[in-house]
């Protein structure tokens, strides 16, 4: 599967952004779909999951009750709505993927990133 991030981009502390990651290969819904974010000189981390129904959602404690993992099959794109922005969360935010249902914070394949800053 490949995995094209976009929508990232300069936003205020309190403001909101919306995610977008286009992915190919006809089973993407059978894929477990994430988001990793790496901020400058810090190591890569969770961000959000959601299995391939779309029942089941994870979340990083620093992001949860703020952002959103949806995700749509019929369109091969998951999103991540985030919602009152803090300036920690500016990274390079990355799609991510993988076939198994668990670990649900841990996955092998990952495009390009985009990025988002959030200015105080």
């Known amino acids: 599967v490949q995995l094209q991030a976009s929508g990232g981009g300069l936003v205020q502390a309190g403001g909101s952004l919306r995610l977008s990651c286009a992915a190919s290969g006809r089973t993407f819904s059978s894929y477990r779909m994430g988001w990793l974010r790496q901020a400058p000189g810090k190591e890569r981390e969770f961000v959000a999951a959601?299995?391939?129904?779309?029942?089941?959602?994870y979340y990083a404690d620093s992001v949860k009750g703020r952002f959103t993992i949806s995700r749509d099959n019929a369109k091969n794109t998951v999103y991540l709505q985030m919602n009152s922005l803090k300036p920690e969360d500016t990274a390079v935010y990355y799609c991510a993927a993988d076939p198994r249902s668990w670990p649900y914070n841990a996955f092998n394949y990952w495009g390009q990133g985009t990025l988002v800053t959030v200015s105080s």
């Open positions: 959601i299995r391939w129904g779309g029942a089941s959602t």
